[in-house]
């Protein structure tokens, strides 16, 4: 019988090297996909909320860092023609993107990421990378509960809502352009059925860098 290799990992106890990835939570607004956000993050200690950088001003209980990177609008566009934003997007006369070098960094090092981010934002993260990206999309049960929503969270003036109550549609019609949809009924249902598909998406082998070596090291003790 063959020596057994010295470099072969232990499979009792090797961790399984593993590229991150990233989770796009996209829906209406109102439709809940922030409040799912912040469940799962809480909920599991292996992803993080990916902070984007806005032009709007910081609303009461933000905080610079933590819910958004806020910046003047030059300092948008400079990091918009830098290349130095994976996505980016205009909401509302505002602009939000995406830093690109914390995302790329955290995907090496094996960490999930987790966008709060609208379809377009969507489309270029998939262009960009396609291999990585997992996107969810939430819808609302109807649309008397989705204005309901924004009426009751007190977040925007009535013109607001309604300027946001008549673009839902077409945010909606993005829906087929998605991985996975979750209709959010329910916010506990709706939150297993995200931590589910978060859980599937790790276990894909082509997320699983290091099980060759993993297997070998299985083998090796056969």
Known sequence: MPPKSAASPNPRTAAIERRGL????????????????HKLVAS?????MSVSVTTRHM?????????????SDPEFA??????DLLEWAAVFDHHYGTPRKPVTDAMVAGRDLLFDID??????????????IVRVFILPPDGKTLEGRLTTRALDTP?????????ASSEISHWPEYDYVIVNRDVEESHANLS?????????RRRQLGLTNFVRGILDTL
């Open 119 to 132: 379809w377009q934002g969507a489309q270029q993260l998939n262009e960009q990378l396609p291999h990585d």
């Open 159 to 167: 013109e607001v809502v309604a300027k946001r109550m008549q673009k």
């Open 196 to 204: 589910a598909i978060l859980t599937a998406e790790r276990l894909k």
């Open 78 to 83: 400079r990091r918009r023609d830098a290349g």
């Open 44 to 48: 599991d200690r292996n992803i993080a």
């Open 22 to 37: 990233l989770l796009v939570l996209s829906s209406p607004s109102g439709a809940g996909k922030t409040t799912l956000a």
């Open 59 to 71: 609303r009461a209980g933000e905080q610079d860092g933590r819910d958004y990177h806020f910046i």
